[in-house]
Nanobody, 121 residues
């Protein structure tokens, strides 16, 4: 199982970024996929998830600005980040789990990427 994030970078407030997570090694469509963010000195926190059926849930901080999507044909999870704020900065991780689909307990996701850094000034 391998999850590889990309798309992070350094932007100014108000700009956009699109993160991608390419998944290999298992059946992508059979897993709930999620994005988490970890800022320096903070615990890893949920941003958004997308279930096997395509249903989405967002944490309040990102609702209305971020959009999570999945392409089951290409095994890619995406996060469109619009209207970025300095508080959005941190390392963004994608996660996958066959059974757990929530944002409360990051440790219940069985597979993780290495993270991609987002800086907003």
């Amino acid at each position: 199982v391998q999850l590889v994030e990309s798309g992070g970078g350094s932007v100014q407030a108000g700009e956009s970024l699109r993160l991608s997570c390419v998944v290999s090694g298992y059946t992508f469509s059979g897993n709930c996929m999620a994005w988490f963010r970890q800022a320096p000195g903070q615990e890893r926190g949920g941003v958004a998830y997308i279930g096997k059926d395509g249903g989405t849930t967002y944490a309040d901080s990102w609702k209305g600005r971020f959009t999570v999507s999945r392409d089951n044909a290409k095994n890619i999870l995406s996060l469109q980040m619009d209207g970025l704020k300095p508080d959005d900065a941190g390392t963004y991780f994608c996660a996958a789990d066959r059974w757990y689909c929530d944002l409360r307990d990051w440790y219940r996701y069985g597979a993780w990427g290495q993270g991609t850094q987002v800086t907003v000034s």
